[in-house]
């Protein structure tokens, strides 16, 4: 398994720069690259975050894997961004989509993506005007969505039952 430092350092190498030109890249300090590289201290999860994107910009999976654990780790469960991650096994799912969409090598698999993923998005859209759901919630309610569709559990709970049965009320 790869260290932390190890893998800050292998990153900086593969993009070809001195740890300056790379902190810069990053938006981070010199101070904190050379840290990080030397093992003094563990990225936090904004610092793991960029790290992680900045593998995945140049595919290096097996790095953005440890910094996606780093981030995990600080958080206390896989969670990036506004995306709750519930396992690795769906991390790599996400990951194939976002090829599908952004690899040309891909191309022929975006018209059967976008047709597969059209009434999904369409529900989150509708769901979203109907409830009108803060933009930062709606990975949430995604979220329930998907219990919901394996049968885990009712997203909507009581309090939705309710709310819609006083609409129907005014």
Known sequence: MVTVSEAVKTLRAAYGEAQQAFSNRLHMSLASIANYELGVRVPDAI?????????????????????????????????????????????????????????PQFERLQKPLAKLLAPVEKYIQELAARQRVASEDMPNVIARMYKRQQGKTDPWGEASKAREQGKGKK
């Open 47 to 103: 610092s793991a975050r960029k790290l992680y994107l900045a593998a995945l910009l140049i595919d290096r999976d097996d790095l953005a894997a440890v910094f996606a654990k780093v981030v995990a780790e600080a958080l206390g469960e896989l969670q990036f961004w506004d995306v709750v991650i519930q396992s690795e096994s769906e991390h790599w799912k996400i990951r194939a989509v976002q090829r599908i969409l952004s690899d």
